[in-house]
């Protein structure tokens, strides 16, 4: 049983506490204090069925896939491609031939820009993307076409984060010359959650041979994400914000793209027949996965898709949502306090950014040093630029300080938050 009180039933009905004892990490204490963590958009705990199943695999079945005839192999290889299935199936990506692993959400968005941006994109050519991006989604991009001498392009947002894509506004940023257009699902800043079907639809009719990309990062882990439902070209998400270890992402994309892509990296498992001059590639989507893979990564990746299924993503988001509106209330209540984003829950994920502003409206605790003093309370939060700079420009702030939720978080944790916030207005007399 972990240290903090579970007092409020949630809504969902969700077993709170049965979750929580599930998570060893939240028995610590930091300062003394029980560990509150709202740092979930950075990277979410483990639970112990996820870190068992790496311990599970390099005690009883460690061995390298897709190589050996050996029994070993043949279970590693088996509980490989059963993840693949599972991430498949999580995100209704129908066939799995469409699921490549990668190291993170990151080399997902650099395999795309190198594979299918340098032979797709040439000079003249324009790649939109928006001013919500995490440099993930940004810095890939920026580095093609300077390469390439094409153009980037950004959709605005509005006062509340959300995207400016009325249909003429959208009209205007879509041409005959844009050849992708690179969004996120949720931004990790705002917590606003894109409309990505319209999106994707709106795109489809203004330029039908537009690239779709859909950053699905801060999603995937929090609502029930339908890559059927919603047809993007690529979509990609990285497994250590959903419960699942470090060091393997997903990028999930249409078969007849992959088919025509060339190879990211290139070595072994890629290939089908070498010769001394020239070699042909693998089938997908091992064409994509040179080198030994994260084999226990993708192992717990799928330990983490299971623990989430048994809790069902509506549940996920429902309690989310829940925290989310309950946190807008409270920060509401705080003197001096401003927050970002939209200010309808329906409208956001977990995720809400602020910061305590003077008289001037200008930011007068550094989140850096609110952040320091929330820790000294046992409360983890994310300050700084949350890799969003260009975004940070545009709200006109240095830097804002984050509280990101997850299943384990709870309302009493909100509590305890806002009163470490007074503290801190308290220490700068404010
Ligand atoms: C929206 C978004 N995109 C991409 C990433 C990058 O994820 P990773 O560092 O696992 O590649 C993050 C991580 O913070 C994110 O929030």
């Not at 489809?204 to 929090?222: E, T």
């Not at 498992?269 to 590639?281: G, Q």
């Not at 910061?355 to 200008?362: L, R, T």
Request: charged share 25%; with cysteine.
């Amino acid at each position: 049983m972990s240290a903090t009180v579970v007092k409020q039933k949630p809504k969902t009905g969700l077993n709170i506490r049965k979750i929580r004892a599930d998570f060893p990490i939240l028995n610590r204490k930091i300062h003394g204090k029980p560990l509150i963590y709202l740092d979930n958009a950075a990277t979410s705990q483990k639970p112990n069925q996820v870190i068992d199943s790496i311990v599970d695999y390099y005690k009883n079945y460690n061995a390298n896939v897709h190589r050996g005839v050996h029994t070993l192999s043949e279970e590693a290889t088996e509980a490989y491609e059963a993840s693949r299935k599972k991430v498949a199936d999580f995100i209704n990506a129908g066939d799995s031939r469409q699921v490549v692993f990668v190291k993170n959400a990151t080399e997902a968005i650099n395999l795309v820009a190198y594979s299918w941006g340098r032979t797709n994109i040439k000079k003249g050519d324009e790649i939109l993307l928006t001013d919500m991006e995490h440099h993930s989604n940004l810095v890939p991009w920026q580095r093609l076409v300077n390469e390439l001498g094409a153009k980037l392009k950004f959709i605005p947002i509005d006062e509340r984060g959300q995207l400016q894509m009325s249909k003429d506004k959208l009209q205007k940023l879509v041409t005959s010359k844009t050849k992708l257009v690179a969004f996120t699902h949720v931004s990790n800043v705002l917590g606003t959650i894109n409309p990505v079907k319209r999106i994707v639809s709106d795109i489809r009719n203004l330029n039908p041979d537009a690239k779709i990309l859909i950053d699905g990062s801060q999603a995937v882990p929090h609502m029930t994400v339908s890559i059927q439902s919603i047809n993007p070209d690529f979509y990609v998400f990285t497994g250590h914000k959903m419960l699942g270890p470090t060091g393997v992402g997903v990028l999930y994309a249409k078969k007849e793209l992959l088919e025509k892509m060339d190879p990211f990296l290139s070595g072994g498992e890629m290939i089908l027949e070498v010769e001394k001059e020239k070699s042909s590639w693998n089938y997908i989507p091992w064409k994509f996965e040179a080198g030994t893979p994260n084999i226990a990564g993708v192992i717990g990746l799928g330990a983490a898709i299971d623990y989430l299924s048994g809790i069902g993503m509506k549940n996920v988001r429902e309690h989310e949502k829940e925290l989310t509106i309950y946190a807008l209330e409270e920060l509401a209540r705080v003197n001096n306090l401003v927050t970002y984003g939209p200010e309808d829950a329906e409208r956001r994920g977990g995720v809400v950014s602020f910061n305590i502003v003077n008289e001037k409206g200008k930011v007068a605790i550094h989140p850096h040093d609110l952040a320091s003093i929330l820790d000294s309370e046992g409360v983890a939060t994310r300050s700084g630029h949350h890799c969003a700079q260009p975004l940070m420009k545009v709200l006109d702030i240095p830097a804002a300080a984050r509280i990101s939720f997850y299943i384990y978080n709870t309302k009493e944790e909100i509590d305890i938050l806002i009163t470490a916030i007074e503290k801190a207005k308290k220490i700068f007399r404010l």
